[in-house]
């Protein structure tokens, strides 16, 4: 491979899009937090390590030939270089989450001291260097022994469990942690790992994509979708109850959200998309704020759906201090049949949604178009319906195939129009308190494993160092937060900056 090296890079980027004026880190709010994220099965490695047990990922990664995490970017031997690349950055908070089988091996019970003290170790790191962490409970990894006793997310007996779990976390790390997210992407998350089949624990009805040895699409989605609810209201009164007084942290849910626009002008499409909105947003927003599902499912899912209890509904409404947005594509929706983005099944969510959804813009698992209208259409949206709830963006970041360039121009521009899309929210009355790209360095990708990234820092999977490497996007976010860069979404901006090191790999 050719190597050499520039002391300075001039990169010229001209935006196409106009969503804010020009901008700086500080036309932000002062106590806005800018962050990076990962996820324990996806940065941390060391799977049988220290007594961690498998969870439903170790088992479904395992299963297919995508890849795994058993070794990854190894966050857990290599947690310290990481936080100190975080540090030069100047990442105000990092996202993380902890592995419920590596910190509570057998499930319930017993607390692994060796899982513990890494967690511990890492928050101590983060805090040393002035990083607020931000810790989900759940991202994808149920401890797989809980998932063979009971079922896992469609069983009540997971409120139980994950509710003791959590009170773990809270009580071992709360002094240090102020920002708690339960449950990761809860309605992708229901609907991937229930309905599609293709996130763990792969349940599906037998269908012609997927080849899932279990599940029902026609109910499990819905039944694992109000336990989440239940569990999330169930550690957050307990949070409050036992620990909020003392350690005077936020907790929340965070659910994906997909842009939503209609297709046409037409009062049809505007209907469909009306529609989706109450699926894809109202499923779990709505009894969070509420307590109850919308109309629209309750009137399509009917008996499949289940019924909050007056005592449960009261419980749920008003339990998430913010809400987390996960977001990285918008579509559009229409109410005609057309080519949709999702499989066309027998039963499911998407069937009972009843709608057809369309990318906007040329939008693949290689190259995610920016459309940052979309991003700042959700944020107006839950403003109004909502209640105008504090929210932190907790993902959104560009996946990019990985070839041998750090020059990830593409990546920049994403980041910065979907930066700019936040202010002007903002400017708009949202009370948006975070964002936060996806992701800190190159990581196991749950739908693509290696084959795709959207880290900023290139990890070599080929070295057993796992050498980390900056690509261009890190020195631009770097110089966004100290504040180097100016961004003008409508001019041609040039930046420079020390970016010492190959421009190939």
């Known amino acids: 491979m050719k190597h050499f090296s520039l002391l300075f890079i001039f990169l010229v980027i001209l935006l196409a899009t106009s969503y804010s004026d020009a901008f700086t880190r500080n036309n932000f709010p002062k106590d806005f937090l800018f962050g990076s994220a990962t996820s324990a099965y996806q940065w941390e490695g060391a799977v049988a390590e220290d007594g961690r047990t498998p969870s439903v990922w170790d088992t479904f990664s395992h299963s297919y030939n995508r890849g795994n995490g058993d070794i990854t970017s190894d ?25 419920w089988s590596r910190l509570i091996p057998n499930g319930r019970g017993l607390v692994n001291p060796k899982g513990l003290l890494f967690y511990k170790n890492l928050i ?29 997310w469609i069983n009540r007996k997971i409120i139980e469990d994950f509710t003791a779990f959590a009170d773990v976390c809270f009580r071992e790390f709360g002094e240090d942690v102020k920002l708690w997210t339960t449950i990761n992407e809860a309605t992708i998350f229901v609907i991937g790992s229930y309905d599609q089949g293709i996130s763990p624990p792969g349940h599906c009805s037998p269908n012609k994509f997927i080849n899932c040895t279990t599940g029902n699409s026609s109910t499990e989605p819905y039944l694992a979708g109000h336990n989440i609810l239940l569990a999330h209201a169930s550690a957050s009164k307990l949070y409050k109850l036992k620990y909020k007084s003392k350690q005077r942290g936020s907790i929340g849910l965070s659910i994906f959200a997909f842009g939503l626009s209609p297709y046409t002008n037409s009062k049809e499409d505007e209907i469909a998309t009306q529609r989706a909105k109450a699926f894809f947003y109202g499923w779990m927003l709505k009894p969070l704020v509420f307590g109850d599902y919308p109309d629209e499912m309750k009137r ?131 009370d948006t308190r975070g964002y936060i790209v996806w992701s800190m360095i190159d990581l196991y990708e749950l739908l693509t494993g290696y084959t795709t990234s959207f880290g900023m820092y290139y990890v070599n999977f080929s070295d057993p160092g796992r050498k ?23 001019d041609t901006i040039l930046l420079q900056s020390n970016f010492s090191g190959s421009s190939s790999l």
């Open 75 to 99: 966050g857990y031997h290599k947690y310290k270089e990481d936080v100190k690349l975080m540090a030069e950055m100047g990442l105000e908070s990092f996202r993380f989450s902890i592995s």
């Open 300 to 430: 399509t899912v009917g008996s499949r759906l289940p019924v909050f209890s007056e005592e449960e509904s009261e419980q749920v409404k008003g339990s998430s201090d913010f809400i987390g947005i996960i977001h990285y594509l918008t579509l559009y929706v229409t109410n005609q049949p057309s080519p949709s983005i999702f499989p066309s099944m027998s039963e499911g969510f998407y069937k009972d949604m009843g709608v057809y959804m369309i990318s906007a813009g040329n939008s693949s698992f290689l190259a995610w178009e920016a459309t940052p209208w979309g991003l700042e259409g959700i944020l107006e949206y839950i403003k109004q319906s909502y209640n105008n709830p504090p929210i932190y963006i907790l993902e959104n970041g560009m996946p990019m195939e990985r070839v041998s360039t750090l020059q990830d121009t593409q990546r920049i521009e994403f980041i910065q129009a979907y930066i700019g899309a936040v202010l002007n929210a903002i400017k708009n009355g949202s």
């Open 468 to 490: 980390r490497t900056p690509k261009l996007s890190a020195s631009w976010y770097t110089g966004f937060l100290n504040g180097t860069i100016d961004i003008a979404s409508q």
């Open 124 to 152: 101590k790191e983060l805090k040393i260097h002035g990083i607020k962490p931000h810790v989900t409970l759940y991202h994808y990894d149920l401890p797989q022994c809980l998932e063979d006793e009971y079922g896992g």
